[in-house]
């Protein structure tokens, strides 16, 4: 079963624009990680925010995460064509260690 | 540095064979995980080795297992195939759960 849930399921915004998505989860968590993956690729790895922090930066993405609301947000700023993808959110849960996906936000950039 | 490699890319395959999978981790990583994507399941866990132990373990049926060697490559294997075993399965490494690097995965055809 999937322990992370993204909203929404699909996103279109024009370039430059900010992306925003969410992610809930159910159970508690040591750390949540966000990825990308472009269409029928690997993912790749984006950035990780533990139990302990409420924000972290990294160049324009912005991840912030709320335990007691067990949800977390990525935000994506001057959004560019390239970062048309889906965006995962990946728990790594305290009771079991495994890391487990949501079903993803696909995220379409404009021209 | 290398990346995960997956073998082979692609695959085709008739109900009822069986299919082996490989992936080599980054040098240095023990920690391989498989993941099955479909786009109905999204990404759902298979099961995650260390050391050549099988530290974690998914929902998926008997016919889907996995070894890890001494020099941490790790095999799945899938028998009697069904057509709902249709995938990309994804290989993950990680040094220390905290981010895994994902290989570019193997889309399986189940006909």
């Known amino acids: 079963s999937q322990q992370g849930e993204e909203d929404p399921q699909a996103l279109s915004i024009q370039e430059g624009e900010n992306a925003t998505m969410n992610c809930s989860y159910k159970?508690?968590?040591?750390?949540l990680q966000w990825y990308r993956q472009n269409s029928g690729r690997g993912l790749v790895h984006l950035i990780l925010i533990r139990s302990n922090e409420r924000e972290k930066h990294s160049g324009r993405l912005r991840v912030t995460l709320d335990t007691s609301k067990k949800s977390s947000s990525l935000l994506i700023t001057a959004s560019r064509a390239a970062d048309t993808a889906s965006y995962f959110c990946a728990t790594d849960s305290s009771r079991d260690d495994k890391i487990i996906f949501g079903k993803g936000t696909r995220l379409h950039i404009l021209p | 540095k290398a990346g995960v490699t997956q073998t082979p890319r692609y695959l085709i395959k008739t109900r009822g064979q069986q299919v082996t999978l490989s992936c080599s981790p980054i040098s240095g990583h023990r920690s391989v995980s498989w993941y099955q994507q479909t786009p109905g399941q999204g990404l759902q866990f298979l099961f995650e080795y260390f050391s050549e132990t099988q530290r974690n373990k998914g929902n998926f049926p008997g016919r889907f297992s996995g070894r890890q060697f001494s020099n941490s490559r790790s095999e799945m294997n899938v028998s009697t195939l069904e057509l709902g075993d249709s995938a990309l399965y994804l290989c993950?490494?990680?040094?220390?759960?905290?981010?895994?690097?994902f290989g570019s995965g193997t889309r399986l055809t189940v006909v």
């Open positions: 993950a490494s990680s040094f220390n759960l905290d981010g895994y690097t």
């Open positions: 159970t508690s968590i040591n750390n």
